[in-house]
């Protein structure tokens, strides 16, 4: 109040510049001769130097006028502000009569370009105390029973005033600019009339500014020290949003240091806050207490979505006591139509920054709440508020009723449920984050749970620690971060999935899983990876993933979720291929039932983007124990290349690299096989059913086809290879034991018993280059070996019809060791041609039995013919006689007159025409 009292007694003193003025009228001195006795007054009361840099003028008509310009006041040493005060022009206009009365009637009192400024240094002195210190003044030689000076002022009027006020120990500024006043009837126990209109801005620690207007009745009563305002109406806009008060009455008492504010009212968007404050001891130990109301307020102009929720009026209460270290609000009421909040006590310790609310209860759309332990502090640097927050169970599809979204199924996806929800967590909520602890959501069987789920306010991040989600069998646990949400939202984190029974997740979802031949697959799943991305790009730096008894590990990017490229390198500890296969069928196929050629649809083919590495470990397919099997794909718009794909057996290995163009018309297949000492026979029986060839295999080739249907493969296969086939057999003929079967019958000899059932024949190498046409696969040095035979021939495999056709020519080798080789040393030399031909599943083998015969017939009778012999004239006639039947192989066998050489032929081939010698 020091600076009310300050203002009073510069107000008043510049009145007593007036009446100063006025006396020097009255005894018409010129007044600007007593500037150094004004100056020097000035000194003497405060210590300050005056300066009067205008000049003084009068006026006697039609009333006592005094004009003055250019006053400054100086300032308190140690501030940096020249002047206290300073006024550029005062107008003063007294009443003449009663000047003789003694009484002071001020016509008006017009002030401009007043400057008042008001300081406190860092030490927390001010630049008035000097002045507020009485200063000794000579007794007054007036009697004492003269009667007292009266002032009365009509009009007061100040105009383009500023007040300032600094403060450095705080670093807080505030001043009021453009500052307006007009008061009329100024007298003491009177209403005064005033209405004053300024700006107010404050820098600093907190910058604003306001525009303010003011119009009330003031009753002055000096003597007690009383002061009230009647009709107050305070005027302002904040947020460019008008804010009113007004107050039927405020009453201020310095005496008892008392301030009543009654029937106050405060305006904000036509929402009225009304109630009654009263202050005590406000100078000492201010204490407060009072009530206000929130009373009917339209909703809609602070909700924008009330209309939708049906918010009509908002009403809300509360009363409060206490000091400004302990406030206490109790019964603290809010309610929104159906909807409430209700605070019974609240405690705000404003030394210590803290409000405490111990319970606190809502109740919105539906949903019941408690509120526990709340705790605000540090409310006026860092505020952050805590506490617990419950929710009871609540109907989810009534909530999503009222917040106008579509209601849910009662069943939804994986057979889960939505009906009742309910949640419980902590929170931290500040200026910078929301933080919720121990956050629990349940609806119905599922429920959700996290360590902390932290929302950042002054950067777009979400961050979820340690969450874990119980949903239908599924057991999903990780930590997510989610940051530059919405534009570009990217997010990281970990995945982990817990074993789970995949057949059980997807009946669940309505897929059924195809028969397979273990049905105790797809019980089993789990998942550990990290995780992170964005809106365009997911990406699994460390992915393990497990099915069954088998391990995925590696990393994996998806790219462009609308046309989706992949990126991997991945690999498979141990798979077996076959238990997830179906089961095979032990019925006959019958042919009519075959499915027609269907064309391939390579749609999925062509938008497939691949990049990446697939790797097994251990992989068994078709019952074939594969291991370091390992593939790099590139996939691009359906130009697709597996560059290599290789493979081990126990013995052996495989690779190959395959190219599929399926952008053009038709699609185009390129295989570029590498076979190195490869078991076929497991290969050949496993994958196409083929069991009559075994051996190890070295092949390579080259092979190109049209990929339009499985037909058009086969059809249009071409290219060629190379193979050599080592310590082999093909199984269903024994060419051996048919040889000597024929021996038998040659030397008239019973056959052999048939103790050995065995119908294969063994071969150390067999060698041949093969050139594929459409299909159809050529070769024309086909080259087997074994320790018994030697075999050589052309021929062709027709993949289309599934049909072979081969011309062989076999040969026994010199030694009769070997599969059936005994006693066939003299048939060495001997050459057999063999027919091969028929389909893939019954070829027929068929030796040529004359020209073994004629073949082995030579061999032996030149045996004969070169045997010494004692009777040369026998021996060259039976040379001749051989000779002659030798050269009957010329002769047609349809001569309708044999002759006795036919005869003797006949006699020696015939037998044999339909002896079976074990070929199949």
Partial sequence: MRVVKILGFTLLGIMGLGVIALIAVVLFVNPNQYKPQIISAVKAQTGRDLSLDGDLKLKLF??????????????????????????????????????????????????????????????????????????????????????????????????????????????????????????HDVALNKPITLNLQTQITSTGKAAWEYPLQLNTQLNLNLEQQQYQFNTLRLQTTVSNQALVFNSSSLALDLVKQDLKLNELDLEVAQAHLQGNVQVQQFLKQPSLSGQLRLADVDAAQFLPQAAKFNLKKIN???????????????????????????????????????????????????????????????????????????????????????????????????????????????????????????????????????????????????????????????????????ENYPAQTSFKGTLQLGDTNLRTLLTRLGIALPASADNTVFTRLSLNTSINGNLQKLQFPALNLRLDQSSLQGALTIENFSNPAFNFSLAVDDLDVDRYLSPKSTAPKNPAQTASDQPFNLDGLRKLNLNGTLRAAKLKVSQLQLRDVALSVLAKQGDIKISPLSLNLKEGSLSAVIALNAQGNPPLLRIQPTLSHFPIAPVLENLVNFDRLSGVIDLNGDLNANFSSSQSVLNSLSGQFNVTLNDGAVKGANLAKSIRRARAVLHQQQLPPDENNTLQTDFSSLQGKFVAKNGVLYTDNLDLKSPLLRVSGVGEVNLVSQELAHKLQVGLVETSKGQEGLDLADLKGVVIPVNVHGPFKAPKVEPNLQVFLTNAAKQKLGELLHKPSSDSATQDKFKQKVGDLLNKQATTEKSASPTPQDKLWNDLVQPLKNVNLGVF
């Fill in 62 to 183: 039609p009333l006592l006028a005094v004009e003055m310009n250019k006053a400054r006041l100086s300032n308190a040493q140690g501030f940096t502000a020249p002047d206290f005060a300073s006024i550029e022009s005062l107008q003063l206009r007294l009443k003449l009569l009663p000047l003789l009365r003694k009484e002071v009637e001020i016509d008006s009192l017009q002030l401009s370009g007043v400057k008042l400024f008001l300081a406190k240094d860092a030490k927390g002195n001010n630049n008035w105390a000097d002045m507020s210190q009485p200063k000794t003044t000579a007794a007054s030689s007036e009697p004492a029973n003269n009667k007292p000076l009266t002032i009365a002022l009509s009009a007061l009027t100040l105009q383009d005033t500023l007040l300032q006020w600094d403060d450095a120990s705080s670093n807080q500024h505030y001043k009021l600019s453009g500052l307006q006043l007009q008061a």
């Fill in 316 to 482: 809300a209460g509360v009363q409060f006591s206490g000091d400004l270290q302990n406030l206490t609000f109790n019964d603290f009421k809010l309610q929104a139509d159906a909807q409430n909040l209700t605070i019974p006590q609240a405690i705000f310790k404003s030394q210590a920054q803290t409000l405490s609310i111990p319970q606190a209860q809502f109740n919105a759309l539906g949903v019941k709440a408690q509120l526990s332990n709340l705790a605000g502090q540090q409310l006026f640097s860092r505020p952050q508020l805590t506490g617990s927050l419950r929710a009871e169970p609540f109907d989810l599809a009534a909530l999503l009723q009222q917040l106008g979204q579509n209601p849910l199924p009662k069943t939804l996806l994986l057979g889960i449920t939505a009906q009742q929800a309910q949640l419980e967590t902590q929170f931290q909520v500040n200026a910078e984050s929301l933080l919720f602890n121990k956050v629990l959501i349940k609806v119905d069987k599922q429920q959700f749970q996290s360590d902390a789920c932290v929302v950042y306010l002054k950067k777009p991040q979400l961050t979820l620690e340690k969450w874990n989600l119980q949903v239908a069998d599924l057991d999903l646990k990780g930590t997510t971060t989610v």
